[in-house]
């Protein structure tokens, strides 16, 4: 998922088709950006990793708009297989 045009949604469908596994994703990529990720699991901020080499430097800014309501639905999924699981 490190690479630029990966597909983030055909990845997970990957691990459910050949593994049987039911993922639980923390967080969601921000295709726009470059080393950007909505975490779906604490802030439902956007974390965008500074180009220094180290990724030891981000900053935290509010999750675009036009992906708001897909990190919403990503999260209550999250919320809902935990309450299964638990």
Known sequence: MDKIGADFDNAVQTIVDRWKANPVLLQMPITLRINCVASLISSMKAILWNDDGTGATYDVEDIPADLQ????????????????AG
């Open 69 to 84: 309501i897909e990190a919403e639905a990503r999260r209550h999924d999250l919320i809902e297989k935990g309450r299964r």
